[in-house]
Nanobody
Framework: QVQLVESGGGLVQAGGSLRLSCAAS????????MGWFRQAPGKEREFVAV????????YYADSVKGRFTISRDSAKNTVYLQMNGLKPEDTAVYYC???????????????????WGQGTQVTVSS
């Protein structure tokens, strides 16, 4: 049974940093892409970043490019999201996700992913 467990959320002042972790278990993820999404109150879930587990290739939403970094530690089966220069508009519940590699997918949509974590709250105060 696949499990994705996020941690590391919290309250931080604008300009601060947080590192989110996603511990993945239940299968081998070498043929998966791992993504981070976020959902603010009253808004739809939106793509943040994605990484290919095998090659470590990354892609970011324009809103976080240059501030956030996604990475993975294969030995620990864990994906990270380092968030620097946080802004109040980054406040949201952040979700980790895993999607099997499929031809033609961009992995910037929720529908591209097969498994989801429970989410962790990030609140940025101004």
């Amino acid at each position: 049974q696949v499990q994705l467990v996020e941690s590391g959320g919290g309250l931080v002042q604008a300009g601060g940093s947080l590192r989110l972790s996603c511990a993945a278990s239940g299968r081998t993820f070498s043929s998966y892409r791992m993504g981070w999404f976020r959902q603010a109150p009253g808004k739809e879930r939106e793509f943040v970043a994605v990484i290919t587990w095998s090659a470590g290739s990354t892609y970011y939403a324009d809103s976080v490019k240059g501030r956030f970094t996604i990475s993975r530690d294969s030995a620990k089966n864990t994906v990270y999201l380092q968030m620097n220069g946080l802004k109040p508009e980054d406040t949201a519940v952040y979700y980790c996700s895993a999607g099997r590699n499929r031809y033609g997918r961009t992995y910037t949509y929720s529908e591209d992913y097969d498994y989801w974590g429970q989410g962790t709250q990030v609140t940025v105060s101004s």
